[in-house]
C-alpha cells in the first residue's frame, strides 16, 4: 500500500524558517512529479512549489525567492525549505506525489497535511 506523509510543520514568528518533508512509501516504481500546495482558512487550496521528475521547479509569486523545493529519490522524499515566512504563509501544507507503480500506470497521491502556522 503506497502512503504519502508529510512532516516539519509547526509555529513559528514572522520572518522564522521551517522545513517540511514529505516521503512517499510502499511499492513505489518511481517517484514522478511532486508538489506542495497549501490551504489557508477559508480559501481554497493553492500550488506553492513543484518539482519535476527531471528537477525542474516552479513556485508560486508569492514565495519565489524565500521557499526552495528540492527531492532525493533514492528516499522517495521532497522537501520545502521555507524562510522568511509571514503571517499569509499560514496554512495546511498538503504533499501531491505522482507516483508510477510500475512501467504503465501512474496515480496521484496526497499526504495528510501538515499545518503551518506564523505569527506576527
Known amino acids: 500500500q503506497v502512503q504519502v506523509v508529510e512532516s516539519g510543520g509547526g509555529l513559528v514568528h514572522t520572518g522564522g524558517s521551517l522545513s517540511l518533508s514529505c516521503a512517499a512509501s510502499g511499492s513505489i516504481f518511481r517517484l514522478n512529479r511532486m508538489d506542495w500546495y497549501r490551504q489557508a482558512p477559508g480559501k481554497q487550496r493553492e500550488l506553492v512549489a513543484g518539482?519535476?521528475?527531471?528537477?525542474?521547479?516552479n513556485y508560486a509569486d508569492s514565495v519565489k525567492g524565500r521557499f526552495t523545493i528540492s527531492r532525493d529519490n533514492a528516499k522517495n522524499t521532497v522537501y520545502l525549505q521555507m524562510n522568511s515566512l509571514k503571517p499569509e504563509d499560514t496554512g495546511v501544507y498538503y504533499c501531491n506525489a505522482d507516483l508510477a507503480l510500475d512501467q504503465r500506470f501512474s496515480y496521484s497521491y496526497w499526504g495528510q497535511g501538515t499545518q503551518v502556522t506564523v505569527s506576527s
Open positions: 518539482i519535476a521528475g527531471d528537477g525542474r521547479t
